[in-house]
């Protein structure tokens, strides 16, 4: 079966055998790649040495060009300069490695059959469909405990914590109960500090905590009284990260919704994509993100205003004007009553750092100031606040970083990505080709506007799970 997904492999038995384990570990990494960072790089890592090894033994460079080479070479380019030119070099050197990233795109366009991507893009799906279920699971039974009282000189006396807040990890484990968190903390070392990831009004509230002989010795460590599990959270899967989740729900129902469009006129297709379309749509509203909900929705309408009939528009039009509906209830139930209306502290806050970044690139116009220069800096340039994070736009962050040619370069690679993934959805002879170029054009476009308010380019399991689709497209055959 593996030899039927992969591309020759060569004539000796050390080549197959490489052919083999590159198709193997490219699946792996596909089903990793929604839940795990650390498991997608060591997939995606065992891969490329298989690669390697299978090319060696077969005495035999196989490697696509792309129509990305050129904005890709020039992106990459303009970075290592901006990182020679950094202001801080010693902190933009390690970062360089970030553009490895891009490799997975060659990986996917140089190794896979048209059945290989079928079934990579199948399997990523259904892992994201894991995420999806296991987080229906856990809003039905709730997270965590519910905060009833605080004793005032107990550890989380002078925290920022009230009544009616939420415990829900631990030492990044999840708590369920007064026993987990016991326990959690008896087995760490005294003198350590552990972090307690707590929700305040469905947002969270990191608090730092320093373990003690003393805390270690109570039944009750954090000398709290607990209630049952809260229900209003935003949802992450299996991670704990939901502005991550959030851009990985966006891009897998944009992709499912390209397959719907494709599917007009096969009704038990057509029925397939629509559904699991909604349900990528429902956890992305679960998320509570602003920026990936909305992005989402402009992405649906400009996507069939683009590929599909007047008929089918209209279709899309009303269904996002539904979802859209649907997203505001959910999004003040979650969090506060000033998050649709962009007044809250993290509207604020992100602007603020919006604006900060804008006043740094007049600056440093050519090469930016080196990526991760400004966290060293951050009250200096006239960042807001103590915590130290990035801009939230991902164009600022790179005009800042890396200079406002690498924004056009940026842009230029952006754009061949869409132009390819058009050109795949036109040139297709049967429906899945088809519905693979319109789902990679959605995604990439929602990838885009979300892009504006968020850095969603610095986030690299969002950033590889667009460059794995556009890997498929690209090496379509």
């Not at 002078?158 to 903390?185: C, F, H, N, P, Y």
């Not at 959030?246 to 599917?263: E, K, N, P, T, V």
């Not at 103590?386 to 370069?409: D, F, K, N, W």
């Not at 061949?416 to 789902?439: H, T, Y």
């Amino acid at each position: 079966m593996l030899d039927s997904l992969g591309i020759d492999p060569g004539p000796s038995r050390l080549s197959r055998l490489g052919a083999r384990l590159l198709t193997l570990f490219v699946l792996l990494f596909g089903i990793a790649l929604p839940h795990s960072i650390a498991g997608a790089h060591i997939t995606l890592n065992l891969a490329l040495l298989a690669w390697i090894f299978r090319d060696l033994t077969s005495l035999k460079l196989r490697f696509a060009r792309t129509r990305l080479d050129y904005p890709l070479i020039a992106f990459a380019a303009l970075t290592i300069l901006s990182t020679i030119f950094s202001v801080e070099p010693r902190v933009s050197a390690p970062k360089l490695l970030s553009l490895l990233l891009f490799g997975v795109v060659y990986l996917l366009a140089t190794n896979l059959t048209a059945r290989g991507v079928q079934v990579f893009v199948a399997l990523l799906l259904l892992s994201l469909l894991a995420g999806v279920i296991y987080s229906f699971g856990e809003k039905i039974i709730g997270r965590g405990v519910t905060l009833t009282a605080i004793a005032g000189r107990g550890p989380l006396g002078s925290s920022k914590l009230q009544t009616g807040d939420v415990i829900w990890m631990v030492d990044r484990r999840r708590v369920a109960s007064l026993d987990d968190i016991a326990e959690i903390v008896r087995q760490t070392p005294s003198g350590r500090s552990i972090e307690i990831e707590a929700l305040h009004e469905g947002d969270p509230l990191p608090v730092t905590l320093e373990i003690t002989e003393e805390m270690k010795a109570l039944s009750n460590p954090l000398e709290i009284t607990v209630g049952g599990r809260s229900r209003r959270f935003r949802i992450s899967g299996f991670t704990r990260h939901f502005i991550t989740y959030a851009d990985q729900m966006q891009i897998a129902g944009l992709l499912s919704f390209g397959f719907l469009l494709a599917s007009f006129g096969n009704r038990r297709r057509a029925i397939l994509w629509g559904s699991l379309s909604a349900v990528f749509a429902l956890a992305l509203m679960l998320t509570a993100s602003r920026a990936a909900a909305a992005a989402y929705l402009a992405a649906m309408v400009l996507t069939a205003a683009l590929a599909a009939g007047r008929r089918a528009f209209l279709g899309v039009l009303a269904a996002t004007i539904l979802l859209g509906a649907m997203a505001v209830p959910i999004l003040l139930a979650t969090r506060t009553a000033t998050t649709a209306r962009l007044v809250d502290d993290s509207a604020s806050r992100r602007f603020g750092y919006m604006q900060a970044g804008l006043r740094v690139i007049p600056r440093h116009p050519v090469f930016g100031v080196g990526m991760d220069s400004h966290k060293l800096h951050w009250n200096e340039w006239g960042f807001p606040g103590e915590y130290v994070t990035h801009t939230h736009s991902t164009p600022i962050q790179i005009a800042m970083e890396r200079g406002l040619p690498a924004l056009g370069a940026w842009i230029w690679l952006l754009a061949a990505m869409i132009a390819v993934a058009r050109r795949a959805c036109r040139g297709a002879s049967d429906p899945w080709e088809s519905g693979l170029g319109l789902g990679v054009t959605a995604a990439l476009v929602g990838f885009t506007i979300g892009s504006l308010v968020n850095y969603n380019f610095g986030d690299a399991e969002v950033l590889l799970l667009v460059l794995a689709l556009v890997g498929c497209v690209v090496g379509r055959r």
